[in-house]
Every structure is written in C-alpha cells, then in structure tokens.
C-alpha cells in the first residue's frame, strides 16, 4: 500500500516570498491533516480536513497560511508571504476516520523542510 | 500550559534498562491516546494506542489515569534501536488530535 505522499522534501526561500507543499494521502483516507513541527517540539495541527470540508482550522495563521483540498483527495497548503518564524518540518497526515470517532492512527508523509531566510 | 505535557527528558539509559515516560492532558474532552515514535529527521509512527486502563505489546507497556489524566509508556529491556523522540498524542472525539512535544530517549550499549 503506498504511503502519504508529499512534495517537495526540502525548500528554501526568503522571506516575504511565497511557497506552496502538496500532500497526496492514502487511497481511500478520508481524513488529512497539516501539521507544522519546529525543531524540539511536537507536531502542531495547522488544519484539518474531513473530506473536502474543513474541520479544524483554528491554529492557522489565516493571514499568510491557507490550504485546500478541493476533490476530497490531495491537498495544497500554502504559505504567502513567508516569515523567518515559519522556518519547519511541514507534515501532511491521512486517517481513515476523523468525526466518527478519534480511534484511527494517523500515517505520516516524509514532510517537507522549509527554511526561510 | 500546554495541551499535553511530556517529561522533557533526554533520557539516557543503558541496554536492558527499563524506563517509563509520563505524560498529562488537560483537555476533559479527550478520548483516545496514543504513543508515536520518532526518528531523527523523519516522520512520527504509531507505536501504540491506549484504550481504557491501557495495554501491552510486548516490552512496551501503555497506561491511562483518567481521573488523573495522566498516560505513561513503559520500556523493558531497552534496545539500541528503541533510542528515538516519543510522543503523546490525545484526541478529542471530533478527531482534533494534540501531541506533546515529545521525551529524547537514547540507549547506549
């Protein structure tokens, strides 16, 4: 079975540019999730999607973040303009499951490295 | 204060160490716990779920208080390979899952 797919691994930029990543999650997944992990610390939810609806976006910085998931399938999650302080491992999630029940685990992409200079 | 605390660690243990990691929540509305592992530079994976008053798969065992909303793992017999950052995860029953900012294992021969 293939895994969540993410593209790119690794991208740099300066600041005040924009950069966009691309999640496919596993077939079938109806549940996908941006995470963004700073170096030290835990995965945070940036937004979640349960199909092509949104269902929890209350940690993303609406004035520069916004994502997609336009088909119910693949997902773009875009950052415009960037800050230094965005500098991250963002990490795409698909689950089988997210409203009826939260007992499914999460599969993780590779993530993708951002560095803002 | 943060969601779900770990013990910020690094624990540094030798093999066949046994070693327990705690882990509290503060989110009532929580309903589901997991622990992932992660390697350096890679991507979290499910190590286990914890269900009720908790469960053991082989040398990991998982613990859940919740009266005192406290979760632990508990590692015997540690290996090389278990050195890897540990996260606690919880979920509320809308899916929202909250990880910890993980506990830095390394075991050493």
């Known amino acids: 079975e293939a895994g969540v797919a993410q593209s790119p691994r690794y991208k740099i930029i300066e600041k005040r540019q924009s950069v966009a990543f691309w999640c496919n999650p596993i077939s079938g997944h109806a549940t996908l999730y941006w995470y963004q992990q700073i170096l030290g610390q835990g995965p945070k939810l940036l937004i979640q999607?349960?199909?092509?609806?949104?269902?929890?976006d209350s940690q993303l910085p609406k004035d520069r973040f916004s994502a997609e998931r336009l088909k119910g399938v693949d997902s773009t999650l875009k950052i415009q303009p960037a800050k230094l302080e965005d500098s991250a491992v963002y990490l795409c999630a698909s689950s089988l499951v997210g409203l009826a029940g939260p007992y499914y685990e999460q599969y993780f992409g590779p993530g993708t490295r951002l560095t803002v200079t | 204060r943060k969601e779900v605390e770990q013990d910020p660690g690094p624990f540094n243990v030798p093999e066949g160490a046994t070693v327990a990691f705690n882990c509290t929540y503060s989110?009532?509305?929580?309903?589901?716990f997991f622990w992932y592992r992660q390697d350096c530079r890679k991507e979290p994976k499910l190590l286990m779920s914890v269900y009720s008053s908790g469960n053991e798969d082989g040398r990991f065992t998982a613990q859940l208080n919740r009266a005192s909303q406290y979760i632990s793992l508990l590692i015997r017999d540690s290996k090389l390979s278990d050195s890897a950052t540990y996260l606690c995860?919880?979920?509320?029953?809308?899916?929202?899952?909250?990880f910890g900012d993980g506990t830095t294992l390394t075991v050493k021969p």
């Open positions: 999607f349960q199909n092509n609806g949104v269902v929890d």
């Open positions: 995860v919880a979920n509320t029953n809308a899916g929202k899952s909250t």
């Open positions: 989110n009532s509305a929580s309903q589901s």
